[in-house]
């Protein structure tokens, strides 16, 4: 059993400690906010926030999240509040909508450890990939972020509430038990 925190609820995984962050969140917590790329830590679909700092989750293992705290999109805000979701929503930067997620999960720890950063540090610092193209709205972006985060500026359209991650979770239809040699299959409607 592999234990840990996510969105501020303890966890407990009965699966192989080497399976992906990424596949328990998605199939066993049904939080399925984080998106699945490349597989291979290069396009940060997958980013998740691991004691604070961004980290794709397809990249490590849940062993190496025992004891960690782990946030997911779904656990950012309760409410699309956080100030990375205001100034995406604001300003429009969603296209297709794919990258999203690991988009603001990176964008939120930059600006935790720099709430002004400059273009090239934004640049070091998001590399998720956007087949969208959003790349100059993103920059945009993340200034009007940090400055929402330090108080300097607010928006007024706040994006509707979100999903809430207790929610999420409730519906969960967790792993299917594996069917012994023989069973009738599930009825395929
Ligand atoms: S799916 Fe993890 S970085 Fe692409
Ligand atoms: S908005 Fe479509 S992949 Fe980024």
């Known amino acids: 059993m592999t234990r ?4 501020n609820q303890p966890v407990s995984y009965a699966l192989d400690p080497q399976t992906p962050l990424l596949w328990a969140l998605r199939d066993a917590s049904n939080l399925t906010g984080t998106k699945f790329g490349c597989g291979t830590g290069e396009c940060g679909a997958c980013i998740v926030d691991i004691d604070g700092a961004a980290v794709p989750s397809c990249r490590v293992s849940i062993a190496a ?15 699309r509040s956080h100030p990375v979701q205001q100034a995406f929503a604001a300003l429009g930067v ?3 909508g794919f990258c999203i997620p690991g988009m603001v999960m990176a964008a939120a720890a930059l600006i935790r450890r720099n709430p002004s950063p400059a273009d090239a540090e934004i640049d070091a610092a998001i590399t998720n990939i956007c087949r969208c193209g959003i790349y100059p709205r993103l920059r945009e972006a993340i ?17 509707p509430p979100g999903i809430d991650p207790g929610d999420a979770a409730a519906a969960v239809p967790a792993l299917t038990p594996l069917r012994s040699p023989g069973a009738a ?3 395929a409607r």
Request: net charge negative.
């Open 4 to 7: 840990f925190t996510v969105n």
């Open 65 to 79: 999240c025992e004891g960690r705290f782990v946030t997911t999109i779904e656990g950012l805000s309760r409410d």
């Open 94 to 96: 969603s296209q297709c």
């Open 143 to 159: 200034r009007l972020a940090g400055r929402i985060a330090t108080g300097a500026e607010t928006v007024s359209a706040l994006p």
């Open 185 to 187: 299959a599930p009825d």
